[in-house]
């Protein structure tokens, strides 16, 4: 083995630096959120929900680009606050997710918090460089889902 293969920097780890951010980015938005009662990661699940009269939670977990067992994790505790309601599909295997009127009034008002972290956010970084990162991260998604999905062959 190279050495340079045994050496790993914490600087330069994508995963390390990509976890970091995205723990930065969350705190941000949940500080923003707090007077809705959401969190940010159950606004953006929330806020696709409002948009859509009736979901199966499949699709929602395409569209979110979650697996179904988190996803399902996340659900339960929206369920449980009384955000959404899930009720049995067409058939009696899958699962449809509406958001309920406490959750649409929670989305109502997270939207406006939503509107003003995005500001500071786009204010601080700069107009362009805010577009830049979220075209980098556009095709960092790619990328990891290009790698992601390759199935029996080496990265």
Known sequence: MLESEQRMSADTCTCGTMRKAARAITLLYDNAF????????????????YNI???RISDLADKLGMDRTTLTRNLSVLEREGFIKI???KDHRTRNVTATQKGRNAVAKAI?????????VKQKMGESSWRELMRNLGGFLKVTDQLTNQKDRNV
């Open 112 to 120: 406006p918090l939503w509107n003003e972290a995005q500001r500071k």
């Open 53 to 55: 009269e009736s979901v």
């Open 34 to 49: 707090k007077s809705s009662g959401l969190l940010s990661t159950q606004f953006g699940v929330l806020h696709v929900i």
């Open 87 to 89: 009720s049995e599909g």
